[in-house]
């Protein structure tokens, strides 16, 4: 069964860096796209970009363009989000999702909470 | 970009009842990519509809979607205890993706 297994909750100080981890399972890696979102405490949810596993390329949304780098391990069908900068505005939950491109996102990770504080 | 509205913003009913949730966007979503997602407190979003009226594996068919364009409608036809979450509509037609703000669907 496909599976999308997240690395655990990391606690940052402002200017640091995070990577969060997106192990996937259960499926051809290479076939499906990845997307990166996250959501704040309460709020919605917010697309930060896709990455292709297959060949490695990668779009970011526009408000995380300079802060964002979206790679893969074909090895490990593992997929990275890696967010420079923080600031208190960027504690949220981020998730990653298999993209299918007529379905939307079918399967989901089970979150990773980044919470960003001095 | 796509601006999605959803409405309203809480809907208060009781098990057994209709509900009738609108996701509205600011220009036409490309052949009709418009997903929806149900998503309860501490967990991830759960695929519901894709295509705009497609239902997602597993989903019961008391969850309906239909809509084209701008407007879209997600319908709960007799709401079950389960069901009672935050809906958000999605459109993957366009980047960037955008979602709405989500419509609350909560016990009266």
């Known amino acids: 069964q496909v599976q999308l297994v997240q690395s655990g909750a990391e606690v940052k100080k402002p200017g640091a860096s995070v990577k969060v981890s997106c192990k996937a399972s259960?499926?051809?890696?290479?076939?499906?796209?990845m997307h990166w979102v996250r959501q704040a405490p309460g709020q919605g949810l917010e697309w930060m970009g896709i990455i292709h596993p297959g060949g490695g390329s990668t779009n970011y949304a526009q408000n995380f363009q300079g802060r964002v780098t979206m790679t893969r391990d074909t090895s490990t069908s593992t997929v990275y989000m890696e967010l420079s900068s923080l600031r208190s505005e960027d504690t949220a939950v981020y998730y990653c999702a298999r993209a299918d491109t007529v379905t939307g996102y079918d399967y989901w990770g089970q979150g990773t909470l980044v919470t960003v504080s001095s | 970009e796509i601006v999605l509205t959803q409405s309203p913003g809480t809907l208060s009913l009781s098990p057994g009842e209709r509900a009738t949730l609108s996701c509205r966007a600011s220009q036409s979503v490309s052949s009709s990519y418009l997903a929806w997602y149900q998503q309860k407190p501490g967990q991830a979003p759960r695929l519901l509809i894709y295509g705009a009226s497609s239902r997602a594996t597993g989903i019961p068919d008391r969850f309906s979607g239909s809509g084209s364009g701008t407007d879209f409608t997600l319908t709960i036809s007799r709401l079950e205890p389960e069901d009672f979450a935050v809906y958000y509509c999605?459109?993957?037609?366009?980047?960037?993706?955008?979602f709405g703000p989500g419509t609350k669907v909560d016990i009266k």
């Open positions: 999605q459109q993957y037609g366009s980047s960037p993706i955008t």
């Open positions: 259960g499926y051809t890696f290479t076939s499906y796209y």
